[in-house]
């Protein structure tokens, strides 16, 4: 099919045109596009169109234009999954085809806060344990993980047996995590943060605080995790009400 078959506006046809190019290697990751002028003669469109065109993948962050110097390919995330989705770092990083590791900080048990009482809707809630955790692929940090649930519910001798988060929490508790309530933050540099993630400060990081809850709505889980935005993407399906 040639451009002139699509019935859709020439712009979003010279989109996919460029993204079919980037998966199969016409446009290599992180070097330069043809100038505009050839790729428009290539594609058989209007500088307009293409600028249009190449406007809309910057948006998407498919590309970075450089002022008086060209448009670039960028790096493509190596993990991507929806946000509506419950999955595991560990899941997404298998399903990559990475080898998913995981790096223990700090774990502690400490007294429960009164924002954590409110948090967790258990006034007399009276320690909290709170795990620190980097999340590797192929030994390359990609996620730093600060988690926390009610001291009963988390117990250290049981993730001294390797036994994942969920599943120690839900062994305890004789309930089942169903959901989680997700916010999506921006996030400014943060000097440990980012050594731990062997981050430069230019380096954007997604933060996704996440409350996990049972099928009987009882909060049992809050993770904050920060993501490398350079590795991980996370789309959103949104339907029309």
Do not use: W
């Not at 806060?113 to 948090?119: G, I, K, L, N, Y």
């Not at 230019?202 to 993501?227: C, G, I, R, W």
């Amino acid at each position: 099919m040639t451009l002139r078959d699509d019935e859709r506006h020439l712009y979003l046809q010279v989109m996919d045109r460029i993204k079919a190019g980037i998966e199969d290697g016409t446009y290599t990751e992180e070097e330069k596009l043809p100038s505009e002028y050839s790729l428009s003669k290539q594609l058989g469109v209007s500088r307009a169109t293409l600028r249009e065109a190449l406007r809309m993948l910057e948006e998407d962050q498919i590309v970075t234009r450089r002022h008086g110097v060209g448009t670039f390919v960028n790096a493509q995330p190596l993990f991507q999954a929806g946000i509506e989705e419950l999955s595991s770092v560990t899941h997404m990083i298998k399903q990559s085809g990475k080898k998913p590791g995981t790096q223990y900080i700090s774990t502690e048990v400490v007294d429960a806060t009164v924002q954590e009482q409110h948090d967790f809707g258990k006034h007399d809630l009276e320690s909290v344990t709170t795990i620190e955790r980097i999340r590797t692929a192929d030994d390359i940090p990609v996620v730093f993980c600060i988690d926390k649930a009610p001291a009963p519910y988390l117990s250290l001798a049981k993730l001294r047996e390797k036994a994942s988060i969920f599943s120690t929490i839900e062994a305890a508790s004789d309930k089942q995590i169903a959901y989680a309530i997700t916010d999506i933050e921006p996030f400014t540099y943060h000097e440990r943060i980012y050594n731990i993630l062997q981050c430069t400060p230019e380096d954007p990081l997604l933060l996704l605080k996440q409350m996990h809850y049972t099928s009987e709505d009882e909060a049992v889980l809050y993770s904050m995790n920060y993501f490398r935005a350079d590795m991980f993407r996370f789309q959103v399906v949104r339907r029309r009400i």
